[in-house]
């Protein structure tokens, strides 16, 4: 959250996302619209620089590990 300045409701779809959900698993799993997921997701994507999930997701668990 602090190392990209995310929100925490882009912290939790980011953490679904990077456990593997897809996007339309991850809004279900928040009781978020898909579209809201999907404003979350591009603002994250705004935030970290990258512009794939797949991206995303590598970038968070090497974030994770350097982090720790």
């Known amino acids: 959250m602090a190392l990209y300045g995310l929100t925490k409701a882009e912290v939790a779809l980011s953490k679904l996302l990077a456990e593997g959900a897809n996007l339309d ?3 279900a ?3 978020i619209a898909r579209n ?3 404003a979350q997701l591009r603002s994250i994507f705004a935030k970290t620089g990258v512009s794939r ?3 995303l997701v590598s970038l968070l668990l090497k974030s994770v590990v350097t982090y720790s």
């Open 25 to 27: 698993q991850a809004a």
């Open 29 to 31: 799993e928040l009781g």
């Open 36 to 38: 809201t997921a999907r």
């Open 53 to 55: 999930q797949s991206m």
